[in-house]
């Protein structure tokens, strides 16, 4: 079971920063590819730049939550989540 994971290509898990504009700043945003991959999937769903997706997703959060404590752990738990919600239809037909 464990070689599924352990033969994952390296470049999958090869941090990558990227800028981004949040609320009108410019900040860095360091995650995985496999996250960045993850995000751009869905900013492409919503037909927004992976930017803009970040952003309007930041602004969402701090709107319901009053902060954003940490952007970059926010990214991966909304990317999870993601996967979660687009597995569970399959789940639910096996």
């Not at 900013?43 to 940490?70: C, H, W």
């Amino acid at each position: 079971m464990c070689h599924v994971y352990a033969s994952t290509d390296p470049r999958r898990y090869e941090c990558v920063t990227r800028s981004l504009r949040v609320q009108g700043s410019v900040t860095s945003v360091r995650l995985e590819q496999e996250f960045w991959e993850i995000l751009d999937q869905m900013a492409q769903d919503q037909q927004l730049s992976t930017s803009r997706f970040i952003s309007e997703l930041y602004m969402e959060v701090l709107a319901t939550k009053g902060a954003v404590p940490n952007l970059t752990s926010m990214l991966r738990v909304a990317c999870a989540v993601h996967l979660h919600i687009r597995a569970e239809p399959a789940s639910r037909s096996a």
